[in-house]
């Protein structure tokens, strides 16, 4: 394998939680004509400021993936591709991006990209290391290794994975589940047929990307309808992360945690509440560690402001219940019955209304 700085171990001391300011992409407004809010990285980062779990020392800081690293999952092609404007404009579908100098195209929209990228490859050494890790951006899940869309313009998923692959002993198995709204078509078709990768994957059927192809690779499909709320959606959830892991022992959980599920989502169609999604996020996280299995969480789409304060709240749910600790946590062992969820999700649910 290449020379790479990716795979540096960062200070013991540091939780694994990866980012940098530079994730966020500000320029000109012009990112306020996408619906993603384009700087929820550093809100999220804010969040867990303000309640004290972490401070800026003890955050891993994420770098830039550099065009040697990209090339262990892309196309010296693809990657050509992304000097022309135009085509960033497609992939990001922010049109007017297809009218700037491609020079501040790389520096103000693909680095905080790129450097994101950076953040999930990092977080996949981190996780093997340490059990767990989270990066506070990534899951570009509609990227595969020639083609971007969807605003994903490099496969952060499959590159992890791939890395992990190459070049920690040990790490032969990798299952990936996917829960943002939209199928994630990107890593389906880079795996479409490896025996090495299972893909658990739940969306609304009715969205994009809709890619019939793709859903081949799919170990265990969750197709849901539009509207469905939190009672049927945990149930699955449950059901089906559980199933995977019987299913399949692998050595990496990597879970796209996407919360365009969250009810009102401009592109999502579902309903699921803010207790529900921290509900969701606990139940993958239960799952893996009960198991004993290392699992890499990325945070993907969501495209309402409220979105980081519930990503925030869910890391400090899964901190709160011991689901991050160096060790496998005992009160992950026994996981609790799903109708104790459910319920517990109810009244939280109640309690807010």
């Known amino acids: 394998p290449h020379r790479t700085e990716l795979y540096e171990d960062p200070p013991l001391g540091c939780w694994p939680i990866v980012y940098s300011p530079d994730y966020n992409i500000t320029f000109m407004g012009l990112e306020k004509l996408h619906p993603f809010d384009a700087g929820k990285w550093g809100k999220v980062i804010n969040f867990l400021k303000e309640e004290k779990l972490i401070a800026d020392d003890l955050i891993v800081q994420a770098r830039e993936a550099t065009d040697e690293d990209l090339l262990v999952v892309h196309t010296r092609r693809y990657l050509n591709k992304l000097k022309w404007s135009f085509v960033v404009a497609t992939i990001t579908e922010i049109p007017p991006v297809a009218f700037l100098p491609n020079f501040i ?37 509609h990227c595969s290794s020639d083609k971007g869309g969807g605003f994903c313009a490099y496969a952060d998923i499959t590159l992890a994975i791939k890395f992990l692959f190459e070049r920690v002993q040990g790490v032969s198995r990798a299952t990936i589940i996917d829960l943002d709204a939209h199928q994630g078509n990107g890593h389906e078709r880079d795996f479409m047929d490896d025996p090495r990768v299972y893909i658990m994957d739940a969306y609304n059927r009715y969205i994009y990307p809709g890619d019939g192809f793709a859903k081949r690779a799919i170990k265990r499909k969750v197709e849901l309808e539009w509207g ?103 009160c992950a062992l026994g996981s609790p019955s799903l109708a104790h969820m459910v319920r517990d999700s109810a009244r939280d649910f109640s309690n807010l209304s």
């Open 105 to 141: 195209v790389q520096r103000k929209v693909l680095k905080p990209l790129r450097t994101q990228t950076g953040g999930t490859i990092m977080a996949g050494k981190l996780a093997v290391d340490r059990g767990w890790a989270i990066n506070v951006g990534g899951g570009f899940h």
């Open 228 to 330: 469905t709320e939190d009672t049927e959606y945990l149930q699955k959830v449950h059901t089906h992360v559980e199933g995977a892991l019987n299913e399949f022992k692998p050595d990496i959980v990597v879970y796209n945690a996407g919360t365009d599920i969250l009810d009102g989502d401009p592109l999502g169609g579902l309903a699921i509440s803010p207790q529900g999604i921290v509900k969701r996020d606990e139940v993958v996280f239960r799952a893996a560690r009960s198991r004993g299995v290392p699992v890499l969480m990325v945070t993907s789409g969501g495209y309402q402001k409220r979105t980081a304060r519930i990503i925030a709240d869910s890391i400090l749910n899964l901190h709160s219940l011991g689901l991050l600790g160096r060790e496998r946590p005992a």
